[in-house]
């Protein structure tokens, strides 16, 4: 009896064993009819995946191809380049004066004022720029004479140089000679030359035309010329300047109808004194001051007595330039 059932369980097996080898075959030829790909390797167990090229072996399933994704849009001008892998590259040429990739090239000082100067430091950034890597293109002898403008004002402003002024005023008399002589025109022409903000060296000539108060006559009747040296020095190191100087004169006095008027012609010295306010303005230079003379005689006026305040005053505004 058990000798039947296992000869009954082994025939079932290999029935179902043929049976399933039977509907593998036909879903195989299924699969050819209909068009399916064939295995391209050789001695392939028939799978219906496709199987690697140029591999065997039974059942082997082919890996899926590598799905990449769609290339980004071209920047305009861009260079498209192949890489390996099948990967698309795209390169954007740089464009002169920029830091950046695609980024527009910039003006070398936009954002100023129309008339506006760049900074110094700006300037020198712009030189360095366009010397060492070609960045802003900004022209090297342009950039020389700007520094050289802004440098100018610099010097100027030092009030350092050699100074040319000519100005104008009025001259008169005090002391004893006050009654005697009406205030009159001056002009003098002054050259001086400072060496440092403050102390200074100046020559000056000055010339004067005085009437006698007792003369009723037509045109002036004394007539004096002279020259100065004097030392300066200023009490403030501004561009606007006050000063005190002092230094020593010497005068030509022409007097007409000398015998009739008590005075007569005469040279002699004097010792000026004086106080001013100069300014400087680019090149232009302006100058006002006083001067107070002290004469050492005045044989000139014999008929007059002499006291200590004797002397002679001179009030003049002055314009020139600095060198």
């Known amino acids: 009896m058990n000798t039947k059932i296992l ?9 179902s064993g043929a049976a399933m080898a039977q509907e593998a075959e036909t879903d195989v030829n299924q699969g050819h009819e209909q068009g399916a ?21 039974s059942g082997q399933v082919a890996a899926p191809p590598a799905v990449h994704p769609p290339p980004p ?10 890489g390996q892998g099948g990967v698309t590259l795209y390169c954007t040429p740089l464009q002169q004066g920029t830091g950046g990739a695609g980024a527009p090239a910039q003006a070398p000082h936009a954002g100023l004022l129309p008339g506006e100067q760049p900074s110094s430091l ?16 900004y022209d090297v002898k342009e950039a020389e004479s700007l520094r050289a403008l802004d440098e100018k004002p610099k010097k100027e402003a030092d009030m350092r140089g050699l100074t040319v002024t000519v100005g104008g005023g009025v001259e008169g008399y005090t002391g004893g000679l006050a009654p005697e002589v009406r205030p009159g025109a001056a002009v003098g ?7 440092s903000k403050v102390f200074g060296l100046e020559l000056a000539y000055s010339g004067a035309a005085n009437d006698l108060k007792d003369n009723a006559g037509s045109g002036p009747d004394i007539i004096r010329n002279g020259g100065q040296a004097a030392l300066t020095f200023g009490l403030a190191a501004t561009p606007v300047q006050p ?10 006095y022409n007097v007409r109808n000398a015998g009739a008027s008590g005075f007569r012609d005469d040279t002699n010295a004097n010792i000026p004194v004086g106080a001013g ?33 004797t002397g002679r005053y001179t009030g003049t505004i002055n314009l020139g330039g600095t060198f």
Request: charged letters at 15%.
């Open 7 to 15: 000869a009954g369980l082994v025939t079932a097996v290999l029935s």
């Open 37 to 57: 790909p064939a295995n391209m390797g050789i001695g392939g167990a028939g799978d219906a995946n496709l199987q690697q090229q140029g591999l065997g072996g």
């Open 73 to 82: 849009p071209a920047a305009p001008n861009s260079q498209i380049i192949q």
């Open 122 to 137: 700006q300037r020198d950034y712009d030189v360095h720029d366009s010397e060492a890597i070609g960045g802003s293109g």
């Open 189 to 195: 022409v002054t050259a001086a030359i400072k060496p």
């Open 243 to 252: 000063y005190v100087l002092g230094g020593v004169g010497l005068n030509r």
């Open 277 to 309: 306010l100069r300014t400087y303005i680019g090149d232009f230079t302006a100058d006002a001051r006083i001067n107070y003379n002290f004469l050492l005689n005045n044989d000139f006026s014999p008929g007059v007595e002499a006291d200590t305040w």
